[in-house]
């Protein structure tokens, strides 16, 4: 069978938001389902990883079609909001900064990609037809792309599968949005109208589906996860006592009760503070850079701009603790970043900062990968951070994660394949 994927993120692009299907499109043909990639010609990525072209393979037809993009314009105006992604809102904006984030919020809904909807539909509708595709897949955020998907169904009758790699009001930065009355209820019906008319649903976790189940009955869950690396190198562990965060930290994920704990471990024991070593690779708020200094921690951590995926696996790897934050936003319990599957595969104890009753402790308590903390709970996080440390003194410090083949891509993608044979089927 042959499926069309309508996807914004692709390589060049980097970050979290491209893997998913890039690795899907890797693995689908191994189950008789050739994949057509649609994305963007000339896009305005905020983070771009050119390693990450290699990965496409080869034999993979890539359709590409321009788009207009106004936040290069918009940010002219105000030149701090240039390159940065949506998670990053500004709390403390200048006077051009509000108005600007006003325009964003109500004036392109559902996103400043709804200038690609147009063109993408007249392209691809006959497209579907001449090229007898049995399924049409898009990928979201940004979400403007499930309108394409929800128009050309409308007109061809294909098959549509609508894939949620985050929520869509329920994003953990929609509450920041300066959005008024009238736009929230229209972002509203747009979420619905996409849930009720595609013939399928994937999310990537247990509370999503709970959240959509009510409407549409063909929801399944189809976690992100880990694929093998193309050349697997020894690494050496970190001689130091060293926690590392893979991945952006925004103002909503900065954890503050990390800060507070090992600025009180620093404090009661001079080996510790001679053996912390922090890692935060990834573009951070800042807001986090402010409380790191704010609690006297600057000699101990390490900021690292974004780094080639390659890169970020030795990185993990190397690791003697991994280090996962939530987002403190209302949708906490729901949030699974992308990169916990890639932290399970390396095998490393993860310290995780989060609801310890959401989708992301059922992971790590699943697999035995590590322990969620709650986002206020310091005292049960150093004690943790102090098991892991004695450990790690007597050189014992270990990760003993388990059952973690399902999360692998391969198998992920063979659930996929089951998804869209039985839409083509029906």
Request: net charge neutral.
């Amino acid at each position: 069978m042959k499926v069309l994927l309508i996807t914004y993120y692709w390589p060049p692009a980097g970050g979290s938001g491209v893997q998913r299907w890039l690795k899907f499109v890797k693995y689908l043909p191994s189950f008789d389902v050739i994949p057509v990639v649609y994305t963007v010609k000339d896009p305005d990525y905020a983070v771009e990883d050119e390693s990450l072209l290699s990965e496409v393979p080869r034999d993979v037809e890539v359709i590409r079609e321009s788009i207009w993009e106004p936040n290069s314009i918009l940010s002219k105006f105000n030149p701090k909001e240039q390159q940065k992604s949506a998670g990053f809102i500004d709390p403390n904006p200048s006077f051009v900064g509000r108005q600007i984030q006003y325009v964003r919020a109500n004036f392109f809904i559902p996103d400043a990609r709804k200038f690609w909807i147009k063109p993408s539909v007249k392209k691809l509708t006959p497209f579907v037809i001449e090229n007898k595709i049995d399924v049409i897949i898009t990928t979201g955020p940004p979400h403007s792309l499930h309108l394409i998907g929800a128009e050309i169904k409308k007109r061809t009758g294909v098959k549509w599968l609508a894939d949620f790699r985050d929520p869509w009001t329920n994003i953990d930065y929609f509450h920041s949005l300066p959005l008024t009355q009238k736009a929230k209820e229209k972002h509203y019906q747009m979420e619905t109208m996409v849930l009720k008319q595609a013939d399928a649903v994937t999310v990537v976790g247990n509370s999503m589906k709970e959240e959509f189940i009510d409407r549409n009955d063909h929801v399944h869950v189809l976690t992100n996860g880990f694929d093998e690396p193309s050349k697997t190198e020894e690494v050496l562990l970190d001689k130091k006592f060293s926690i590392c965060h893979i991945g952006m930290m925004n103002a909503d994920r900065n954890p503050k009760v990390l800060w507070q704990a090992l600025k009180e471990l620093t404090e009661a024991s001079a080996d510790f503070k001679k053996d912390l070593l922090v890692k935060l690779i990834g573009k951070c708020d800042q807001e986090v850079y402010q409380s790191v200094s704010d609690f006297g921690l600057q000699e101990h951590v390490s900021f690292i701009a974004y780094v080639p995926h390659k890169d970020v696996l030795r990185f993990q790897r190397s690791a003697q603790v991994l280090l996962l934050a939530v987002n403190n936003v209302p949708s906490a319990k729901s949030l699974i970043t992308g990169k916990i599957f890639e932290y399970l595969q390396s095998q490393r104890p993860v310290i995780g900062i989060g609801p310890v009753d959401g989708d992301l402790a059922d992971i790590l308590n699943e697999t035995g990968a590590g322990q969620v903390i709650d986002f206020d709970d310091i005292v049960a996080l150093k004690q943790l951070i102090s098991s892991y440390y004695k450990l790690y003194k007597s050189g014992k410090l270990q990760g003993e994660t388990r059952n973690i083949d399902r999360y692998h891509r391969k198998h992920l993608s063979r659930d996929l394949a089951d998804i869209l044979k039985s839409l083509s089927s029906n």
